[in-house]
Protein backbone atom coordinates (compact mmCIF):
# COMPACT_ATOMS: atom_id res chain seq x y z
CA UNK A 1 0.00 0.00 0.00
CA UNK A 2 2.44 2.73 0.72
CA UNK A 3 4.52 2.10 -2.49
CA UNK A 4 1.46 2.60 -4.52
CA UNK A 5 1.06 5.24 -6.49
CA UNK A 6 -1.79 7.83 -6.33
CA UNK A 7 -3.47 8.86 -9.86
CA UNK A 8 -6.25 10.87 -10.83
CA UNK A 9 -8.31 7.80 -11.00
CA UNK A 10 -7.16 6.92 -7.13
CA UNK A 11 -8.87 10.62 -6.56
CA UNK A 12 -11.58 10.04 -8.93
CA UNK A 13 -12.87 7.39 -7.57
CA UNK A 14 -13.28 8.43 -3.79
CA UNK A 15 -15.00 11.30 -5.10
CA UNK A 16 -18.08 9.49 -5.95
CA UNK A 17 -17.26 7.33 -2.57
CA UNK A 18 -17.40 10.93 -0.46
CA UNK A 19 -20.57 11.75 -2.03
CA UNK A 20 -23.83 12.51 0.58
CA UNK A 21 -20.99 12.28 2.73
CA UNK A 22 -18.52 14.69 2.70
CA UNK A 23 -19.27 17.77 1.64
CA UNK A 24 -18.81 19.88 -1.36
CA UNK A 25 -17.57 22.63 0.13
CA UNK A 26 -18.88 26.23 -1.55
CA UNK A 27 -16.30 28.64 -2.83
CA UNK A 28 -16.73 32.05 -1.45
CA UNK A 29 -15.41 35.40 -2.78
CA UNK A 30 -14.77 38.91 -0.75
CA UNK A 31 -14.17 42.02 -2.81
CA UNK A 32 -11.66 43.39 0.07
CA UNK A 33 -9.20 40.52 -0.31
CA UNK A 34 -9.42 41.06 -4.09
CA UNK A 35 -8.65 44.74 -3.75
CA UNK A 36 -5.63 43.91 -0.37
CA UNK A 37 -4.35 40.81 -3.01
CA UNK A 38 -4.65 42.83 -6.41
CA UNK A 39 -6.19 39.39 -7.79
CA UNK A 40 -9.53 37.31 -7.91
CA UNK A 41 -9.36 35.03 -4.74
CA UNK A 42 -11.97 32.03 -4.49
CA UNK A 43 -11.86 30.05 -1.28
CA UNK A 44 -12.82 26.77 -0.89
CA UNK A 45 -14.15 26.63 2.64
CA UNK A 46 -12.81 23.49 3.82
CA UNK A 47 -14.05 24.97 7.46
CA UNK A 48 -17.45 23.95 6.56
CA UNK A 49 -16.70 20.17 5.90
CA UNK A 50 -17.51 17.85 8.07
CA UNK A 51 -16.01 17.43 11.56
CA UNK A 52 -14.73 21.33 10.65
CA UNK A 53 -11.90 20.42 8.43
CA UNK A 54 -10.82 18.98 5.26
CA UNK A 55 -9.05 15.98 7.04
CA UNK A 56 -12.75 14.11 6.77
CA UNK A 57 -12.01 13.66 2.86
CA UNK A 58 -9.01 12.00 3.63
CA UNK A 59 -10.26 9.75 6.82
CA UNK A 60 -13.63 8.76 5.16
CA UNK A 61 -11.98 7.70 2.05
CA UNK A 62 -9.18 5.42 4.21
CA UNK A 63 -11.52 3.74 6.30
CA UNK A 64 -14.15 3.26 2.85
CA UNK A 65 -11.30 1.33 1.16
CA UNK A 66 -10.45 -0.76 4.31
CA UNK A 67 -13.74 -2.03 4.63
CA UNK A 68 -14.32 -2.77 1.14
CA UNK A 69 -11.25 -4.89 1.04
CA UNK A 70 -11.96 -6.87 3.71
CA UNK A 71 -14.68 -9.65 3.74
CA UNK A 72 -15.06 -10.42 7.16
CA UNK A 73 -15.66 -7.86 10.39
CA UNK A 74 -14.17 -4.04 9.74
CA UNK A 75 -11.17 -3.94 12.05
CA UNK A 76 -11.10 -1.11 14.19
CA UNK A 77 -8.79 1.92 12.89
CA UNK A 78 -6.13 3.92 15.21
CA UNK A 79 -4.18 6.84 14.77
CA UNK A 80 -2.57 9.88 16.99
CA UNK A 81 -3.56 12.82 16.69
CA UNK A 82 -4.23 16.36 18.54
CA UNK A 83 -6.23 17.68 15.94
CA UNK A 84 -7.93 17.76 13.29
CA UNK A 85 -7.42 14.30 12.11
CA UNK A 86 -8.48 13.05 15.15
CA UNK A 87 -12.10 14.42 14.29
CA UNK A 88 -12.26 13.56 10.78
CA UNK A 89 -11.33 9.41 11.90
CA UNK A 90 -13.82 9.60 14.63
CA UNK A 91 -16.80 11.08 12.66
CA UNK A 92 -15.86 8.92 9.70
CA UNK A 93 -15.37 5.52 11.26
CA UNK A 94 -19.03 6.48 13.53
CA UNK A 95 -20.51 6.85 10.08
CA UNK A 96 -19.06 3.81 8.86
CA UNK A 97 -19.49 1.49 11.71
CA UNK A 98 -16.29 1.25 12.70
CA UNK A 99 -14.43 1.85 16.21
CA UNK A 100 -12.04 4.55 16.16
CA UNK A 101 -9.17 4.30 18.46
CA UNK A 102 -7.67 8.16 19.15
CA UNK A 103 -4.60 8.44 20.81
CA UNK A 104 -4.34 12.14 22.04
CA UNK A 105 -1.63 14.27 23.44
CA UNK A 106 -2.56 14.76 27.17
CA UNK A 107 -1.88 18.56 26.17
CA UNK A 108 -4.37 18.28 23.56
CA UNK A 109 -6.93 21.02 24.04
CA UNK A 110 -10.37 19.70 25.87
CA UNK A 111 -12.40 20.65 23.54
CA UNK A 112 -11.03 18.47 20.66
CA UNK A 113 -10.79 15.14 23.67
CA UNK A 114 -14.50 15.87 23.71
CA UNK A 115 -15.28 16.46 20.38
CA UNK A 116 -13.82 12.96 19.46
CA UNK A 117 -15.70 11.65 22.15
CA UNK A 118 -18.66 13.49 20.59
CA UNK A 119 -18.07 11.84 17.62
CA UNK A 120 -17.76 8.54 18.89
CA UNK A 121 -14.00 7.63 19.37
CA UNK A 122 -12.24 6.34 21.93
CA UNK A 123 -9.42 8.44 23.42
CA UNK A 124 -6.50 6.61 24.71
CA UNK A 125 -4.09 9.73 25.85
CA UNK A 126 -0.36 9.55 26.28
CA UNK A 127 2.80 11.56 27.24
CA UNK A 128 3.02 14.62 24.82
CA UNK A 129 6.11 13.42 22.57
CA UNK A 130 6.18 12.17 19.21
CA UNK A 131 7.54 8.72 20.58
CA UNK A 132 4.93 7.99 22.94
CA UNK A 133 2.43 8.64 20.40
CA UNK A 134 3.78 6.18 17.98
CA UNK A 135 4.43 3.61 20.71
CA UNK A 136 0.82 3.93 22.55
CA UNK A 137 -0.69 3.70 18.97
CA UNK A 138 1.24 0.71 18.45
CA UNK A 139 0.33 -0.55 21.27
CA UNK A 140 -3.55 -0.45 20.60
CA UNK A 141 -2.87 -1.56 17.15
CA UNK A 142 -1.66 -4.94 18.65
CA UNK A 143 -4.29 -5.31 21.53
CA UNK A 144 -6.87 -4.49 19.18
CA UNK A 145 -6.12 -5.34 15.95
CA UNK A 146 -6.67 -1.75 14.56
CA UNK A 147 -5.17 -0.46 11.32
CA UNK A 148 -3.51 2.49 11.69
CA UNK A 149 -4.58 5.28 9.52
CA UNK A 150 -2.43 8.20 8.87
CA UNK A 151 -2.98 11.55 8.65
CA UNK A 152 -1.28 12.66 5.84
CA UNK A 153 0.82 9.63 4.88
CA UNK A 154 -1.38 7.33 3.34
CA UNK A 155 -2.48 6.91 -0.36
CA UNK A 156 -6.02 6.47 0.46
CA UNK A 157 -5.75 9.66 2.54
CA UNK A 158 -3.64 11.83 -0.01
CA UNK A 159 -7.03 10.43 -2.73
CA UNK A 160 -9.18 11.93 -0.42
CA UNK A 161 -7.86 15.07 -0.02
CA UNK A 162 -7.38 14.78 -4.13
CA UNK A 163 -11.16 15.64 -4.27
CA UNK A 164 -10.85 18.95 -3.23
CA UNK A 165 -8.75 19.56 -6.52
CA UNK A 166 -11.44 18.24 -8.57
CA UNK A 167 -14.39 20.36 -6.61
CA UNK A 168 -12.21 23.08 -7.86
CA UNK A 169 -11.50 22.99 -11.46
CA UNK A 170 -15.33 22.53 -11.72
CA UNK A 171 -16.26 25.33 -9.35
CA UNK A 172 -14.13 27.84 -10.78
CA UNK A 173 -13.17 26.83 -14.33
CA UNK A 174 -10.97 30.17 -14.78
CA UNK A 175 -8.61 28.90 -12.37
CA UNK A 176 -5.10 29.57 -12.99
CA UNK A 177 -3.69 28.74 -9.44
CA UNK A 178 -4.66 27.14 -6.04
CA UNK A 179 -2.54 28.12 -2.50
CA UNK A 180 -2.89 25.45 0.42
CA UNK A 181 -1.52 25.54 3.42
CA UNK A 182 1.10 22.71 4.31
CA UNK A 183 1.82 20.56 7.50
CA UNK A 184 2.50 17.08 6.52
CA UNK A 185 1.58 17.34 3.13
CA UNK A 186 -1.14 15.03 2.16
CA UNK A 187 -3.88 17.61 0.98
CA UNK A 188 -0.98 19.09 -0.84
CA UNK A 189 -0.11 16.23 -2.38
CA UNK A 190 -3.34 15.20 -3.20
CA UNK A 191 -4.24 18.90 -4.83
CA UNK A 192 -1.35 19.19 -6.99
CA UNK A 193 -1.28 15.80 -8.53
CA UNK A 194 -4.83 16.84 -9.33
CA UNK A 195 -4.03 20.15 -10.92
CA UNK A 196 -0.58 18.41 -13.16
CA UNK A 197 -2.52 15.86 -14.06
CA UNK A 198 -5.58 17.52 -15.45
CA UNK A 199 -4.69 21.25 -15.86
CA UNK A 200 -1.05 21.95 -15.95
CA UNK A 201 -1.04 25.10 -16.83
CA UNK A 202 -2.77 25.75 -12.81
CA UNK A 203 0.10 26.97 -10.66
CA UNK A 204 0.36 24.83 -7.33
CA UNK A 205 1.61 26.26 -4.19
CA UNK A 206 1.79 25.63 -0.84
CA UNK A 207 1.82 28.11 1.46
CA UNK A 208 3.49 27.40 5.06
CA UNK A 209 4.74 29.77 8.46
CA UNK A 210 8.08 30.76 8.62
CA UNK A 211 8.55 29.06 11.95
CA UNK A 212 7.52 25.98 10.59
CA UNK A 213 9.01 26.07 6.78
CA UNK A 214 10.58 22.10 6.56
CA UNK A 215 8.48 22.06 3.48
CA UNK A 216 9.85 25.47 1.33
CA UNK A 217 13.14 24.24 2.77
CA UNK A 218 12.74 20.78 1.34
CA UNK A 219 11.61 21.90 -2.27
CA UNK A 220 14.54 24.75 -2.42
CA UNK A 221 17.15 21.81 -1.47
CA UNK A 222 15.35 19.14 -3.57
CA UNK A 223 15.55 17.10 -0.44
CA UNK A 224 12.83 15.97 2.30
CA UNK A 225 14.72 18.53 5.36
CA UNK A 226 12.15 17.58 8.30
CA UNK A 227 12.56 19.97 11.14
CA UNK A 228 14.29 18.28 14.22
CA UNK A 229 12.30 20.30 16.95
CA UNK A 230 8.38 20.86 17.24
CA UNK A 231 7.71 24.55 15.85
CA UNK A 232 6.30 27.01 17.94
CA UNK A 233 3.51 28.42 15.54
CA UNK A 234 -0.08 29.81 16.36
CA UNK A 235 -0.50 27.12 13.21
CA UNK A 236 -0.96 24.25 15.36
CA UNK A 237 -1.95 22.00 12.52
CA UNK A 238 1.03 22.79 10.79
CA UNK A 239 3.82 21.93 13.24
CA UNK A 240 4.48 18.62 12.05
CA UNK A 241 6.89 17.77 9.08
CA UNK A 242 6.17 17.21 5.82
CA UNK A 243 6.15 13.31 5.38
CA UNK A 244 7.85 10.78 3.21
CA UNK A 245 4.77 9.67 1.14
CA UNK A 246 3.52 13.22 0.57
CA UNK A 247 6.85 14.49 -0.51
CA UNK A 248 7.62 12.83 -4.30
CA UNK A 249 3.92 14.61 -5.10
CA UNK A 250 5.13 17.86 -3.62
CA UNK A 251 8.56 17.76 -5.27
CA UNK A 252 6.94 16.73 -8.76
CA UNK A 253 4.15 19.33 -8.41
CA UNK A 254 4.15 22.04 -6.47
CA UNK A 255 5.46 25.24 -8.04
CA UNK A 256 6.68 27.23 -4.81
CA UNK A 257 6.19 27.07 -1.07
CA UNK A 258 5.30 30.93 0.51
CA UNK A 259 6.68 31.57 3.73
CA UNK A 260 4.43 33.74 6.36
CA UNK A 261 5.18 35.34 9.19
CA UNK A 262 2.75 34.80 12.62
CA UNK A 263 2.07 38.56 12.42
CA UNK A 264 1.13 37.96 8.26
CA UNK A 265 -0.95 34.83 9.79
CA UNK A 266 -2.49 36.83 12.67
CA UNK A 267 -4.08 39.78 9.88
CA UNK A 268 -5.24 36.80 7.69
CA UNK A 269 -7.45 35.54 10.54
CA UNK A 270 -8.77 39.27 11.12
CA UNK A 271 -9.92 39.83 8.11
CA UNK A 272 -11.22 36.44 7.52
CA UNK A 273 -13.05 36.61 10.49
CA UNK A 274 -14.12 40.31 10.47
CA UNK A 275 -14.89 40.38 6.79
CA UNK A 276 -15.39 37.51 4.87
CA UNK A 277 -17.75 36.09 8.69
CA UNK A 278 -15.73 32.74 8.55
CA UNK A 279 -14.73 30.82 11.44
CA UNK A 280 -10.79 29.76 10.58
CA UNK A 281 -8.31 28.11 12.66
CA UNK A 282 -4.76 29.73 12.32
CA UNK A 283 -3.42 26.51 10.25
CA UNK A 284 -6.82 27.32 7.90
CA UNK A 285 -5.69 31.12 6.88
CA UNK A 286 -1.89 30.50 5.75
CA UNK A 287 -2.74 30.44 2.67
CA UNK A 288 -5.02 33.80 2.52
CA UNK A 289 -1.69 34.86 4.37
CA UNK A 290 0.33 33.53 1.43
CA UNK A 291 -2.18 34.81 -1.26
CA UNK A 292 -1.61 38.40 0.42
CA UNK A 293 2.02 38.48 0.93
CA UNK A 294 4.62 40.90 -0.70
CA UNK A 295 6.36 37.97 -2.32
CA UNK A 296 2.86 36.52 -3.19
CA UNK A 297 1.61 40.08 -5.16
CA UNK A 298 5.21 40.92 -6.48
CA UNK A 299 5.06 37.49 -8.57
CA UNK A 300 5.01 38.25 -12.16
CA UNK A 301 3.87 34.55 -13.53
CA UNK A 302 -0.04 34.58 -14.63
CA UNK A 303 -2.17 33.98 -11.72
CA UNK A 304 -5.44 36.22 -12.03
CA UNK A 305 -7.74 33.58 -10.86
CA UNK A 306 -6.59 32.20 -7.51
CA UNK A 307 -8.10 29.23 -5.41
CA UNK A 308 -7.14 29.77 -1.85
CA UNK A 309 -7.78 26.51 0.34
CA UNK A 310 -9.06 27.72 4.57
CA UNK A 311 -8.18 23.72 5.71
CA UNK A 312 -10.31 24.03 8.77
CA UNK A 313 -12.17 26.19 11.77
CA UNK A 314 -11.82 24.00 15.21
CA UNK A 315 -10.00 25.98 17.54
CA UNK A 316 -10.83 27.04 20.99
CA UNK A 317 -12.85 30.58 20.88
CA UNK A 318 -11.47 31.71 23.85
CA UNK A 319 -8.15 31.81 22.68
CA UNK A 320 -9.66 34.27 19.65
CA UNK A 321 -7.86 37.36 21.19
CA UNK A 322 -4.32 35.86 20.86
CA UNK A 323 -4.72 34.93 17.46
CA UNK A 324 -5.67 38.37 15.71
CA UNK A 325 -3.74 41.41 14.87
CA UNK A 326 -4.78 43.93 17.43
CA UNK A 327 -5.68 46.47 14.47
CA UNK A 328 -6.61 45.33 11.11
CA UNK A 329 -3.61 46.02 8.37
CA UNK A 330 -6.29 47.16 5.70
CA UNK B 1 -26.73 25.80 4.86
CA UNK B 2 -27.30 23.03 7.00
CA UNK B 3 -25.86 21.30 10.10
CA UNK B 4 -26.78 17.75 11.46
CA UNK B 5 -25.96 18.05 14.99
CA UNK B 6 -27.78 21.58 15.43
CA UNK B 7 -30.67 19.02 13.37
CA UNK B 8 -30.34 16.83 16.25
CA UNK B 9 -30.35 19.51 19.22
CA UNK B 10 -33.67 20.80 17.80
CA UNK B 11 -35.07 18.04 16.71
CA UNK B 12 -36.22 19.45 12.86
CA UNK B 13 -34.63 19.75 9.57
CA UNK B 14 -33.44 23.62 9.59
CA UNK B 15 -31.61 25.34 7.14
CA UNK B 16 -29.58 28.23 7.58
CA UNK B 17 -30.20 31.58 5.36
CA UNK B 18 -26.42 32.95 5.48
CA UNK B 19 -26.87 36.63 5.35
CA UNK B 20 -23.78 37.26 7.53
CA UNK B 21 -22.10 36.69 4.17
CA UNK B 22 -24.22 39.29 2.09
CA UNK B 23 -22.61 42.31 1.04
CA UNK B 24 -21.52 44.41 4.15
CA UNK B 25 -22.24 41.51 6.38
CA UNK B 26 -25.93 41.22 7.18
CA UNK B 27 -29.54 41.14 4.89
CA UNK B 28 -29.32 45.21 5.21
CA UNK B 29 -27.68 45.66 2.05
CA UNK B 30 -30.93 44.15 0.05
CA UNK B 31 -33.15 46.92 1.21
CA UNK B 32 -30.88 49.46 0.94
CA UNK B 33 -29.62 49.05 -2.59
CA UNK B 34 -33.22 49.12 -3.58
CA UNK B 35 -34.15 52.05 -1.74
CA UNK B 36 -30.96 53.74 -2.87
CA UNK B 37 -32.50 52.56 -6.46
CA UNK B 38 -35.25 54.16 -6.51
CA UNK B 39 -33.50 57.48 -5.69
CA UNK B 40 -31.70 57.35 -8.79
CA UNK B 41 -34.01 56.29 -11.14
CA UNK B 42 -36.48 58.91 -9.75
CA UNK B 43 -33.71 61.35 -10.65
CA UNK B 44 -33.07 60.26 -14.08
CA UNK B 45 -34.36 63.17 -15.29
CA UNK B 46 -31.98 65.31 -13.74
CA UNK B 47 -28.61 64.23 -14.76
CA UNK B 48 -26.71 66.27 -13.31
CA UNK B 49 -28.15 66.75 -9.85
CA UNK B 50 -26.00 65.43 -7.35
CA UNK B 51 -28.38 62.73 -5.27
CA UNK B 52 -27.99 62.51 -1.51
CA UNK B 53 -29.37 59.58 0.96
CA UNK B 54 -29.31 60.40 4.71
CA UNK B 55 -30.09 57.19 7.37
CA UNK B 56 -29.81 56.83 11.47
CA UNK B 57 -28.65 53.56 12.47
CA UNK B 58 -26.92 51.30 14.65
CA UNK B 59 -24.34 49.88 12.21
CA UNK B 60 -25.34 47.52 9.83
CA UNK B 61 -27.99 49.39 8.10
CA UNK B 62 -25.55 51.99 7.93
CA UNK B 63 -22.96 50.14 6.19
CA UNK B 64 -25.44 48.84 3.32
CA UNK B 65 -26.87 52.15 2.66
CA UNK B 66 -23.14 53.41 2.34
CA UNK B 67 -21.94 50.50 0.22
CA UNK B 68 -25.13 51.13 -1.89
CA UNK B 69 -25.01 54.74 -2.64
CA UNK B 70 -21.08 53.72 -3.24
CA UNK B 71 -21.72 51.78 -5.87
CA UNK B 72 -24.61 53.99 -7.54
CA UNK B 73 -22.59 57.10 -7.60
CA UNK B 74 -24.74 58.62 -4.43
CA UNK B 75 -23.62 60.32 -1.42
CA UNK B 76 -24.62 58.82 2.27
CA UNK B 77 -25.01 60.73 4.79
CA UNK B 78 -24.87 58.61 7.83
CA UNK B 79 -26.06 59.26 11.49
CA UNK B 80 -24.86 56.86 13.91
CA UNK B 81 -25.04 56.42 17.83
CA UNK B 82 -22.00 58.17 19.34
CA UNK B 83 -21.72 54.32 21.04
CA UNK B 84 -21.99 52.59 18.03
CA UNK B 85 -18.94 49.68 17.81
CA UNK B 86 -15.97 51.11 16.71
CA UNK B 87 -15.81 48.37 13.75
CA UNK B 88 -18.95 49.46 12.49
CA UNK B 89 -17.74 53.23 11.85
CA UNK B 90 -14.73 51.90 10.51
CA UNK B 91 -16.94 50.03 8.20
CA UNK B 92 -19.08 53.02 7.28
CA UNK B 93 -16.03 55.09 6.72
CA UNK B 94 -14.84 51.98 4.44
CA UNK B 95 -18.01 52.27 2.33
CA UNK B 96 -17.64 55.93 1.71
CA UNK B 97 -20.63 56.87 4.39
CA UNK B 98 -20.15 60.30 5.71
CA UNK B 99 -21.12 60.37 9.59
CA UNK B 100 -23.19 62.32 11.92
CA UNK B 101 -22.86 61.33 15.43
CA UNK B 102 -25.73 61.49 17.82
CA UNK B 103 -26.91 60.94 21.34
CA UNK B 104 -27.90 56.85 21.86
CA UNK B 105 -31.42 57.69 21.49
CA UNK B 106 -34.64 56.95 19.42
CA UNK B 107 -35.18 60.55 19.18
CA UNK B 108 -31.68 61.95 19.04
CA UNK B 109 -31.31 59.46 15.79
CA UNK B 110 -34.87 60.71 14.04
CA UNK B 111 -34.11 64.28 15.12
CA UNK B 112 -30.42 64.66 13.80
CA UNK B 113 -31.86 62.90 10.57
CA UNK B 114 -34.07 65.42 9.79
CA UNK B 115 -31.70 68.01 9.98
CA UNK B 116 -29.16 66.41 7.51
CA UNK B 117 -32.05 65.85 5.25
CA UNK B 118 -33.24 69.60 5.57
CA UNK B 119 -29.11 70.92 5.40
CA UNK B 120 -28.23 68.57 2.44
CA UNK B 121 -31.59 67.74 0.62
CA UNK B 122 -31.05 64.35 0.87
CA UNK B 123 -33.57 61.59 0.60
CA UNK B 124 -34.52 59.79 3.57
CA UNK B 125 -34.26 56.20 4.05
CA UNK B 126 -35.27 54.83 7.13
CA UNK B 127 -34.20 51.33 8.29
CA UNK B 128 -37.09 49.88 8.50
CA UNK B 129 -40.56 51.50 8.07
CA UNK B 130 -39.73 52.52 4.23
CA UNK B 131 -41.40 50.09 1.85
CA UNK B 132 -38.83 50.31 -0.47
CA UNK B 133 -36.43 49.10 1.79
CA UNK B 134 -39.18 46.56 3.34
CA UNK B 135 -39.71 45.11 -0.28
CA UNK B 136 -35.79 44.50 -0.73
CA UNK B 137 -34.98 42.38 2.67
CA UNK B 138 -38.22 40.36 0.82
CA UNK B 139 -36.33 39.50 -2.10
CA UNK B 140 -34.53 36.96 0.45
CA UNK B 141 -38.18 34.57 -0.04
CA UNK B 142 -37.27 34.43 -3.46
CA UNK B 143 -33.67 32.35 -2.87
CA UNK B 144 -35.13 30.69 0.17
CA UNK B 145 -38.17 29.07 -2.26
CA UNK B 146 -35.52 27.97 -4.82
CA UNK B 147 -33.16 26.90 -2.30
CA UNK B 148 -35.10 24.33 -0.05
CA UNK B 149 -37.43 22.21 -1.24
CA UNK B 150 -40.94 22.68 0.95
CA UNK B 151 -40.54 25.58 3.34
CA UNK B 152 -42.74 24.72 6.08
CA UNK B 153 -41.95 27.68 8.58
CA UNK B 154 -39.38 31.09 7.95
CA UNK B 155 -37.48 31.76 11.48
CA UNK B 156 -37.02 36.07 11.36
CA UNK B 157 -34.99 37.94 14.07
CA UNK B 158 -36.99 41.54 14.61
CA UNK B 159 -35.86 44.77 15.37
CA UNK B 160 -37.40 47.30 13.63
CA UNK B 161 -39.48 45.23 11.49
CA UNK B 162 -37.92 45.68 8.27
CA UNK B 163 -37.45 42.29 7.17
CA UNK B 164 -40.08 40.56 9.13
CA UNK B 165 -42.72 42.69 7.12
CA UNK B 166 -41.04 42.44 3.92
CA UNK B 167 -40.22 38.09 4.23
CA UNK B 168 -43.76 37.50 5.95
CA UNK B 169 -45.49 39.84 3.02
CA UNK B 170 -43.64 37.87 0.13
CA UNK B 171 -44.04 34.46 1.83
CA UNK B 172 -47.37 34.53 2.69
CA UNK B 173 -48.00 34.80 -1.69
CA UNK B 174 -45.26 33.01 -2.63
CA UNK B 175 -45.76 29.87 -0.33
CA UNK B 176 -49.07 30.75 1.96
CA UNK B 177 -48.62 27.38 3.49
CA UNK B 178 -45.45 28.41 5.21
CA UNK B 179 -45.19 29.87 9.13
CA UNK B 180 -43.81 33.17 9.53
CA UNK B 181 -42.12 32.89 13.04
CA UNK B 182 -40.76 36.31 14.52
CA UNK B 183 -37.78 35.90 16.87
CA UNK B 184 -36.75 38.41 19.60
CA UNK B 185 -35.04 39.26 22.73
CA UNK B 186 -37.25 39.21 26.23
CA UNK B 187 -35.33 42.27 26.73
CA UNK B 188 -36.82 43.67 23.85
CA UNK B 189 -39.75 42.44 23.33
CA UNK B 190 -41.90 45.07 21.47
CA UNK B 191 -43.14 43.02 18.47
CA UNK B 192 -44.47 40.20 21.15
CA UNK B 193 -46.26 42.29 23.33
CA UNK B 194 -47.93 44.22 20.28
CA UNK B 195 -49.34 41.13 19.03
CA UNK B 196 -50.19 39.98 22.37
CA UNK B 197 -52.41 43.24 22.52
CA UNK B 198 -53.28 43.66 19.62
CA UNK B 199 -51.41 47.29 19.44
CA UNK B 200 -48.35 48.99 18.25
CA UNK B 201 -46.65 49.19 21.86
CA UNK B 202 -43.25 50.37 21.11
CA UNK B 203 -40.72 49.54 24.27
CA UNK B 204 -40.52 52.17 26.65
CA UNK B 205 -36.86 52.48 27.24
CA UNK B 206 -34.28 51.38 25.10
CA UNK B 207 -33.61 48.31 25.97
CA UNK B 208 -30.70 46.19 27.35
CA UNK B 209 -29.65 43.41 25.15
CA UNK B 210 -26.74 41.69 23.99
CA UNK B 211 -28.15 42.13 20.32
CA UNK B 212 -27.11 45.64 19.54
CA UNK B 213 -29.26 45.49 16.25
CA UNK B 214 -32.54 44.62 17.40
CA UNK B 215 -32.98 47.77 19.93
CA UNK B 216 -35.21 49.53 17.48
CA UNK B 217 -39.07 48.97 18.12
CA UNK B 218 -41.13 48.10 14.95
CA UNK B 219 -42.40 51.31 13.43
CA UNK B 220 -46.09 52.20 12.26
CA UNK B 221 -45.21 51.04 8.87
CA UNK B 222 -43.99 47.65 9.71
CA UNK B 223 -46.40 46.75 12.34
CA UNK B 224 -49.49 46.33 10.54
CA UNK B 225 -47.89 44.28 7.84
CA UNK B 226 -46.69 42.08 10.99
CA UNK B 227 -50.18 41.67 12.77
CA UNK B 228 -51.56 40.36 9.43
CA UNK B 229 -49.12 38.05 8.13
CA UNK B 230 -47.03 37.02 11.02
CA UNK B 231 -48.15 33.50 13.23
CA UNK B 232 -46.33 34.18 16.23
CA UNK B 233 -43.26 35.90 18.54
CA UNK B 234 -41.04 33.69 20.32
CA UNK B 235 -39.00 35.71 22.54
CA UNK B 236 -35.87 34.53 23.97
CA UNK B 237 -33.46 35.22 26.70
CA UNK B 238 -29.84 36.95 26.64
CA UNK B 239 -28.71 33.60 27.80
CA UNK B 240 -30.25 31.76 25.66
CA UNK B 241 -28.48 34.04 22.74
CA UNK B 242 -25.29 33.67 23.77
CA UNK B 243 -25.70 30.22 23.50
CA UNK B 244 -26.81 29.81 20.08
CA UNK B 245 -24.56 32.00 19.15
CA UNK B 246 -21.36 30.35 20.82
CA UNK B 247 -23.29 26.99 19.08
CA UNK B 248 -23.03 28.32 15.45
CA UNK B 249 -19.51 29.73 15.60
CA UNK B 250 -18.41 26.03 17.01
CA UNK B 251 -20.31 23.88 15.26
CA UNK B 252 -21.05 25.97 11.80
CA UNK B 253 -17.75 27.36 11.91
CA UNK B 254 -19.92 30.93 10.55
CA UNK B 255 -19.52 34.68 12.52
CA UNK B 256 -23.08 35.52 13.50
CA UNK B 257 -24.04 38.56 15.67
CA UNK B 258 -26.03 38.15 18.36
CA UNK B 259 -28.87 39.40 16.97
CA UNK B 260 -28.88 36.25 14.58
CA UNK B 261 -28.48 33.98 17.10
CA UNK B 262 -32.50 35.29 18.25
CA UNK B 263 -33.53 32.63 15.22
CA UNK B 264 -31.51 29.85 16.32
CA UNK B 265 -32.53 30.73 19.94
CA UNK B 266 -36.07 30.59 19.01
CA UNK B 267 -36.42 27.26 17.55
CA UNK B 268 -34.21 25.27 20.30
CA UNK B 269 -36.76 26.93 23.28
CA UNK B 270 -39.20 24.61 24.72
CA UNK B 271 -42.19 26.20 23.15
CA UNK B 272 -40.57 25.59 19.22
CA UNK B 273 -40.17 22.10 20.24
CA UNK B 274 -43.92 21.83 21.04
CA UNK B 275 -45.02 22.86 17.68
CA UNK B 276 -46.24 19.71 15.89
CA UNK B 277 -44.05 18.05 14.14
CA UNK B 278 -46.39 17.96 11.48
CA UNK B 279 -45.82 20.70 8.87
CA UNK B 280 -43.13 21.77 11.09
CA UNK B 281 -40.13 19.82 9.33
CA UNK B 282 -38.37 21.83 7.34
CA UNK B 283 -37.78 25.33 9.35
CA UNK B 284 -35.84 27.97 7.45
CA UNK B 285 -33.43 30.09 9.60
CA UNK B 286 -32.32 33.55 9.04
CA UNK B 287 -28.65 34.42 10.19
CA UNK B 288 -28.97 37.71 9.50
CA UNK B 289 -25.36 39.25 9.70
CA UNK B 290 -22.34 38.90 11.13
CA UNK B 291 -20.98 42.25 12.28
CA UNK B 292 -19.61 42.11 15.36
CA UNK B 293 -16.37 43.26 17.54
CA UNK B 294 -13.99 40.27 17.85
CA UNK B 295 -12.59 41.87 20.76
CA UNK B 296 -15.99 41.93 22.96
CA UNK B 297 -17.58 38.73 22.47
CA UNK B 298 -20.15 37.85 24.89
CA UNK B 299 -18.78 34.76 26.09
CA UNK B 300 -15.64 36.84 26.50
CA UNK B 301 -17.18 39.26 29.08
Redesign the interface.
Known amino acids: MEAQRVTVPDVETPAGRLQGHARETPV?TC?TLDELAGRRLYFKCE??QKS?SFKFRGAYNAISRLLSSTNQNPPPVVTHSSGNHACALALAAHQLDVTAHVVMPRTAPQCKKETVRGYGGKVIECTPTEQARVETMERIAAETGAVYISSSQHPDVIAGQGTMGLELLRQVPELDAVITPVGGGGMLAGVSLVMKSLNPHVRVYGAEPELANDAATSLAKGERCPLSYYPDTIADGLRINMGPVAWPYIRENVDDIISVTEEEIKNAM?LI????????EPSGVVGVAAALSDSFKAREEPAKNVAVILSG?NLD??K??DL?SVSEH? | MTCSHLNQLSNRNLFFKCENLQKTGSFKFRGACNAVSKVVSTNQKSPDRELSVVTHSSGNHAQAVSLAAQVQGVTAHIVMPSNSPAVKKEAVRSYGGLIVECEPTEQSRVATADQVAERTGATMVHPNQSPDVMAGQGTMVFEILEQVERVDAIVVPVGGGGMLSGVSVAAKKLCPHAKIYAAEPKNADDCAVSMARGELTPLPAPPVTVCDALKTSIGPHTWPIIRDHVDDVITVTEEEIKAAMRLVWERMKLVIEPSSAVGVAAVMTDRFQRLPADGHQNIVVILCGGNVDLEHLPWMR
Do not use: A, S
Request: without cysteine; glycine residues 14%; proline residues 5%.
Open positions: LGNLGTWQRMKLVVGLLLPLV
